[in-house]
């Protein structure tokens, strides 16, 4: 009879430590607003772990914020349901920028007035002396990585510009001045930080924009739901096919372009999932 007790108690003991893992681990999906419990966390592939947003919170243009300086450097967000996250919530979130260039407007107003962190990408030299030498950017929010963005991992050629700062595999100012870059694949890099979903991805890579976003669309699964893309088909006119075969597949893969900025090249893509 004892043991029958004993056995019983230890049962009783084993299921009530499955349920609270359970619950547990579910309060963990959902300590994100906007994120599905069934979320496929592990599929860098697909973004069901990224933040989710509603038509309602940005239907048109008008319904977007400015996030940084709105001469240059700065971008129309959707970002109603992002205020509404709580500080603990928007530190978790995965926020990825390429390239930064030496305009960081944008990254420190994320940083600063929203309080979320933001992985920055760029691997000139001019950007990694920026970098080191701006007091804001001096921050465990602020995470520079010194890599480009690429539709492989490989050794590329940049040209640097005779005029701004924009260096650019696509030598369309006639530069005589270049230099080798590591660039990855954006798999590559979320792997090696351990994300499997990024909230915002900011996209401004001088032309390579098209390639990048053609081979994750074409092979996989762009993983999020708000894009921010500047577009240079108008300053490489070579790349006016690849300009519209992105877009076609952008709105294939369910994302809507909100607004286009003032010279049409400043993209903000938002994919509704209500």
Known sequence: MGRTVEYCAGLIVAICVVVVCVVWSGALVDIMPGRPRNAKLNDPRCAAGALQFRRQDC??????????????GGWKMCLRNVRALSQTQ?????????????????DEALIYEYGIPVHAFDPTQKSVNWV????????PMFIHSEVGLGDRDRTEVWNVPLEGVSNSKYNHQNSNVSAEVQVKHLR????????????????????????????LLEN?????????????????KE??????????LLKDAG?????SGSGKHEHTWVRFTS
């Not at 928007?90 to 407007?105: A, E």
């Not at 994302?255 to 607004?259: G, R």
């Open 59 to 72: 239907p048109n243009a008008k319904s977007l914020m400015w996030v940084g300086d709105p001469s240059y």
């Open 90 to 106: 928007r530190r978790l979130m995965v926020v990825y920028g390429f390239n930064i260039k030496t305009d960081t407007s944008w």
């Open 132 to 139: 080191k030498a701006r007091a804001q950017l001096q921050t």
């Open 188 to 215: 590559s890099i979320m792997a090696e930080l351990g994300h499997t979903y990024i909230d915002i991805l900011k996209v401004d890579v001088e032309g390579a924009e098209y390639e990048v976003l053609i081979e």
């Open 220 to 236: 996989g699964c762009l993983p999020t739901n708000q894009l921010l893309m500047e577009t240079h088909s108008y300053q490489v």
């Open 239 to 248: 790349l006016a096919a690849a300009h519209i075969r992105t877009v076609t």
């Open 255 to 259: 994302f809507t372009l909100v607004d």
